[in-house]
């Protein structure tokens, strides 16, 4: 049970500000909502997080300790939007989650740690041999987990994992992360353009735009009641949540 | 992958260059041992004949046979180009992957300096390092081979930062893993083919090259020889004897498109581009399953005459690509009308076929396709029947059409105003300046601030949103009877989707302009829409207005409302899903396409495909299902994905 | 129409700050100044690089010890390195290439006498490419388009492989074989008449033709499928206007993005051809110099040729700014 942190976090890109001075608070076990519009900085957040993008200010901890950046342990793992792009085409399934373990273990309980994964992932273990094209883009991102959990993690950031999957295994992969968190009391930071998504599996949701937190609070508060004009023009653009427009 | 090397084989280019790359490695093996003596027999009494029985391309200056010492030349002028070109991929590689191994800033140098060297042409370096080097064999590989390193570095360079820019390169350093073993395990591997095509295409140029630097007389010296030096003394014998000049010549460029044509066809066949300009994308392969050769005919369409009011009329609508194997059908057989001022919406998964569809209605389908319907009418005009003068202008302005992408739908090259008058001076014949003006007046009806300055900028000077109303503006240049929008706002943030979306429905109140609209997005399609139309696997298979959604009647239609998340979805259950995946319209299964995926099947859903027909419960309302409205059993269990269907 | 706006705008993006096109201008000069400062140190540096005495190279190991230190004193060769550079830059602005080691003339001379003929030959050639290269690219692509001409597009790639592997030399011996002396229709040899001027620049352009043709027609044949021109067909333009109106200027960029290098490559292949053709030019004067080791002609020459193959780069790189408005605000 590890609380991940951001405290006064900036990045900064040449003379651009993405994020400027974020505060935010994944408390343990809990999945916290990071909604925004493309440009807001909620990737680039994501990515200092893991080292990805380079930290100008503030600092980025996981229980209370700086989040490790160097060697194999990581204990802060994240899941990417393109479950097209973030698998090695040439390697199999079972190389690609076997690559993100622990140092130090045998090839036969490396074998048996991909099979009980993919398991966790709710996929046929007899994949591990597969290579990823022979897979579709629910099953793609469900190894893309396996792989993230196979590196032991005491929090995860999913940075709009189903955002490129069609709606009818979107559910899936929503319920799967639903599942990871009770099951594994993960510490989730889960970043999605789609309230209606956030509402549905994060307990706290943060607003983020032109690189900083607009509002944030217990997604039930948040989503029912905002205080930011921005947040509300959000709610108001989600197709479906307001009354049929007018018609000839 | 195997295979996808023995399909360039097979092709007829590939096959001659295959063979033409072994004659040549043979000859080079074997030459010198065969004609070592012949080329070498010196004969004073017939210096610089011409061609004859015995010397079939004459002799040179001491009399020796120039044939001879053409084949024989073959290993040397094989060896000194292999050997360049072994310099420069290895230079190159160390260059090219240097940026990435260092970081930014040492890398930015590294490649900062290969720029620069590469805008100098290899010849010009080459003369550089042969005055460095020295004159001869030496001097020469090591110049052509240092002066072909900066384009390979810039090549690796270029392959290295599209692997490297992709998620699992980013994933494997979050995992952990360090950087030289991300380069050998993920990034090498990953463009290993074009650099092997582009290596041979480097041999070949590097062969060229070193003829060229022996031509001049800097390469190899006497009394060696290649077909560089060969050709240095054919060409000064040239009015005597032009075959002594032609025939290393010949020699050379044989071998030179040997190297290339083989390069050229592997590069072909894998989908790299040659000429160095590697794209590191995805080498999707077409699948390989085969279509049925006739695929089930759907029943005729249970749409009535269309009335008079009806806008766009689409009969038995099939669109048809050619395959690997056989005609591919992604559209099957789609009827339905859309009428004055209505909007309908069609929703269904990636590769339904709802694209194309729209595609299909406004005639604008690549060429390659088919394009089949018993009726397709906008506005009363047959749209299947070539299309005249008068057709193109009723068309250009009476139907308008949204695409996708508002980055790459405007031409970059010409300015916003300028692709919108452009409407009215091929079809409303105006003046320039007349529509100029109405282009201005018509950004400004779509909301677009400061609607002068703007239509004198360029797309990439407008943001997303913005282009996206350029796209709707263009469309009432003329006055558009229905518009066409193909996921006009799946590429928007969600506030400027509501503004397009909102921009849409003013633009229909105004003038009762009918919308088709296609989205994947069931609750935009909800809300914008009267109508709906639910399509899976090129069919649609459920008609209904769209205040009913909640009450559909097809499982499909269920579980896709079903699965998507609202603001009031229940937080305690989990989503509904649909299992396995679907259908390859390459390979779509007798029997209604959506039997594999639904819990009510039975054996009559695997085997008749059940047509779309009116509902006798609801007027209005079309469904094709055999068990339309029947209840679902109790929600699946989400380990579908474990009973995988193939 | 009526407009109620319901939502405050969201910030609009408007890219870049200043004049686009001034700051287009000043990163290509620096970058060209940049290029220029590689050129002259690598062209300085090439006498330096090369093993052992150059004079002693030159000179041959029989010549008088005294006759070697004389020549190195008068090429200043035992000064110190930056010393020399300073005295090699300050030459350059005022004019000074130095002296030649077997003429004894200025190099400056040499160079004003063989120029001329050189850029005759690289112009001309130039010219030639592009005016055939870009009508035969874009024709073929439109013919080639997705879903027609499959057989012409395997002829045209192929044919097209095959005449642009072909080099320049090769092609230029051919020529002089067939037409100079069997044929004895064109001179072979010099540039004394009009006649004299059309095998070489044949020889010179026809490769870097066929590999702009091939590029064009791929960058043709890619934009055809653009979304862009699947707009203007919605729009229901002439055909002809959407290939020479909406694709053309699109492709040509893109092909000039692509093969402007191999337009730079033309000047320094005149040194192939001038030698096949006996051209009065800089090439077969660098190529004798080398052999002579003349390194104060060959330095002079190397950077005449790097200088043009700079300003043709210069040259693309404002036709492309010009023709594509994206590519003043694309940072390199």
């Excluded at chain 3, 004019?95 to 120029?115: E, H, K």
């Excluded at chain 3, 692509?141 to 045209?156: D, K, S």
């Excluded at chain 3, 074989?177 to 004299?196: I, K």
Aim: net charge positive.
């Amino acid at each position: 049970m590890t609380e991940l942190r951001f405290e006064d976090v900036t990045v900064r890109y040449g003379r651009t500000t993405a994020v400027d001075g974020v505060s935010l608070r994944v408390p343990a076990g809990k999945i916290v909502g990071l909604v925004g519009e493309s440009g807001s900085g909620k990737s680039t957040l994501a990515r200092a997080a893991v080292g990805l993008a380079p930290v100008s200010g503030g600092r980025i901890t996981l229980g209370g300790e700086p989040v490790p950046l160097r060697g194999r342990h990581r204990p802060l793992q994240m899941v990417f939007q393109d479950p097209y792009s973030s698998l090695d085409p040439r390697r199999t399934v079972g190389d690609s989650v076997a690559e993100a373990m622990p140092r130090g273990s045998s090839r036969a309980e490396r074998r048996a740690e991909v099979e009980r994964l993919l398991e966790l992932v709710h996929l046929d273990p007899a994949r591990a041999a597969a290579l990823p094209s022979r897979l579709s883009g629910g099953q793609r991102q469900r190894v893309a987990l396996a792989r993230a959990l196979a590196a032991r993690p005491r929090a995860v950031i999913a940075d709009e994992i189903t955002s490129a999957l069609d709606v009818s295994v979107q559910g899936a992969v929503l319920n799967l992360v639903r599942e990871l968190r009770r099951e594994l009391g993960l510490s989730i930071l889960f970043i999605s353009h789609n309230l209606a998504v956030v509402r549905y599996v994060a307990s706290h949701v943060a607003v983020l735009r032109g690189g900083r937190v607009v509002e944030q609070g217990p997604t039930a508060h948040v989503l029912t009641e905002p205080r930011h004009d921005y947040t509300r023009e959000l709610l108001a653009a989600v197709p479906g949540g307001t009354a049929r427009r007018s018609r000839p | 992958m195997p295979h996808r090397w023995s399909r360039v084989a097979r092709s007829p280019l590939g096959l001659v260059a295959t063979a033409l790359l072994v004659a040549v490695a043979a000859l080079a093996a074997l030459g010198p041992v065969l004609w070592g003596d012949a080329a070498e027999a010196v004969d004073t009494g017939n210096i610089l004949a011409g061609p004859s029985a015995a010397h079939w391309a004459g002799t040179d200056n001491l009399g020796r046979d120039i044939l001879a010492r053409v084949l024989v030349a073959s290993r040397l002028s094989v060896v000194l180009a292999l050997l360049a070109v072994a310099i420069a991929v290895v230079v190159g590689l160390l260059l090219g992957t240097a940026p990435f191994l260092l970081g930014r800033r040492a890398g930015r140098l590294v490649s900062a300096a290969v720029n620069t060297a590469v805008a100098f042409p290899g010849l010009l370096l080459a003369l550089f390092f042969a005055v460095v080097f020295g004159v001869g064999e030496t001097g020469a590989v090591l110049a052509i081979g240092l002066a072909g390193a900066p384009a390979f570095a810039r090549l690796v360079h270029t392959l290295v930062s599209g692997v490297a820019a992709r998620d699992f390169v980013a994933a494997a350093r979050v995992a952990g893993v360090g950087r030289a073993r991300i380069l050998v395990r993920h990034v090498l591997p990953n463009i290993a083919e074009p650099l092997v095509v582009n290596a041979t295409i480097g041999a070949g140029s590097a062969l060229l090259s070193f003829a060229g630097l022996s031509f001049l007389g800097l390469g190899v010296q006497s009394p060696s020889f290649d077909w560089g030096r060969l050709l240095y003394d054919g060409a000064a014998a040239l009015y005597l004897n032009p075959a002594a000049a032609l025939a290393p010549g010949a020699a050379v460029l044989l071998a030179g498109l040997a190297f290339n044509l083989v390069g050229e066809s592997v590069a072909k066949g894998l989908g790299i581009e040659g000429l160095g300009v590697a794209a590191a994308g995805r080498w999707v392969v077409p699948g390989g399953a085969a279509a049925p050769a006739t695929a089930p005919d759907p029943a005729p369409a249970e749409v009535g005459e269309p009335a008079d009011d009806v806008v766009l009329g689409v009969r038995d609508l099939a669109v048809s690509f050619p395959g690997p194997s056989g005609p591919v059908r992604p559209v099957r057989g789609v009827s339905f009308d859309v009428r004055r001022g209505e909007a309908v919406g069609i929703v269904g998964e990636s590769g339904c076929g709802k694209s194309l569809t729209a595609l299909a209605v406004t005639r604008l389908v690549d060429d390659d396709a088919r394009v089949e319907a018993t009726r397709l009418h906008l506005l009363g005009t047959d749209l299947r029947a070539a299309q005249t003068t008068a057709d193109r202008r009723m068309l250009g302005t009476a139907l308008a059409v949204v695409f996708q992408d508002p980055m790459t739908s405007l031409n970059p090259a010409h300015r916003i105003g300028a692709q919108l008058a452009e409407v009215a001076t091929h079809h409303q014949g105006m003046t320039r300046g007349r529509a100029a003006a109405r282009a201005v007046d018509r950004l400004d009806a779509v909301r677009i601030p400061d609607p002068g300055e703007r239509a004198r900028q360029y797309p990439h000077e407008f943001s997303g949103g913005m282009r996206q109303r350029a796209m709707i503006g263009m469309g009432l240049m003329g006055t558009p009877a229905l518009i066409v929008a193909d996921e006009p706002t799946t590429a928007l943030d969600v506030t400027v989707q509501r503004q397009v979306l909102d921009l849409l429905s003013d633009v229909r109140a105004s003038d009762a302009v009918a919308l088709l609209l296609i989205s994947h997005d069931v609750a935009v399609v909800g809300e914008v829409c009267d109508r709906v139309l639910v399509m899976y696997a090129g069919r649609i298979v459920e008609d209904l207005p769209a205040a009913e959604l909640a009450g559909a009647r097809h499982p499909y239609t269920r579980a896709l409302v079903d699965a998507v998340p609202d603001m009031d979805t229940d937080l305690d259950e989990p989503l509904a899903t649909i299992p396995g995946r679907p259908v390859d319209p390459a390979d779509v299964p007798a029997g209604c396409a959506y039997a594999a995926r639904c819990p009510l099947a039975d054996a009559r859903c695997r085997g008749e495909d059940p047509p779309l027909r009116a509902d006798p419960h609801a007027p209005g309302r079309r469904v094709a299902c055999w068990h339309a409205g029947e209840p679902l059993p109790p929600s699946r269990v989400v380990r579908a994905d474990l009973v995988q269907s193939p | 129409m009526t407009v109620s706006v319901s939502a405050p705008p969201p910030p609009e993006v408007r890219r870049g700050e200043g004049n686009p096109w001034l700051r287009f201008g000043a990163r290509r000069l620096a970058r060209l100044l940049v290029s220029l400062l590689v050129l002259v140190t690598a062209s300085f540096a090439m006498i330096h690089l090369i093993p052992g005495d150059p004079v002693r190279g030159a000179l041959g190991p029989t010549a008088p010890a005294e006759l070697v230190a004389a020549r190195r004193q008068a090429l200043g060769l035992d000064d110190p390195l930056l010393t020399q550079y300073a005295r090699y830059l300050q030459g350059l602005l005022t004019g000074d290439l130095g002296t030649s080691l077997s003429s004894q003339l200025p190099v400056s001379d040499v160079v004003a006498q063989r120029l001329p003929a050189t850029l005759q030959l690289a112009v001309l050639a130039f010219l030639a490419a592009v005016l055939v290269a870009i009508p035969l690219g874009v024709a073929m692509g439109v013919l080639t388009r997705r879903g027609h001409g499959r057989r012409t597009e395997l002829a045209f790639t192929t044919g097209s492989i095959v005449v642009a592997t072909v080099p320049d030399f090769l092609i230029g011996v051919g020529l002089v074989s067939v037409f100079g002396v069997g044929l004895g229709w064109l001179p072979g040899a010099g540039n004394d008449t009009a006649a004299a001027y059309v095998l070489p620049v044949i020889a010179l352009a026809v490769g870097p033709a066929a590999i702009l043709a091939r590029i064009v027609r791929v960058e043709m044949v890619r934009v055809l499928e653009a979304d862009f021109v699947r707009t203007a067909r919605a729009k229901r333009l002439p055909a002809r206007t959407i290939h020479l109106g909406h694709a053309l200027p699109n492709a040509v960029t893109a092909a000039l993005t692509l093969g402007g290098l191999l337009l730079g490559a033309m000047v320094a292949g005149t040194v192939l051809v001038e030698n096949v053709f006996a051209w009065p030019g800089l090439g077969s004067t660098i190529v004798q110099s080398i052999l002579t080791k003349d390194y104060p002609v060959v330095q002079a020459i190397v950077l005449v040729y790097g200088l043009g193959v700079l300003l043709v780069n210069t040259a693309v790189d404002i036709a492309i700014a010009l023709l594509d408005p994206r590519s003043t605000i694309r940072e390199d």
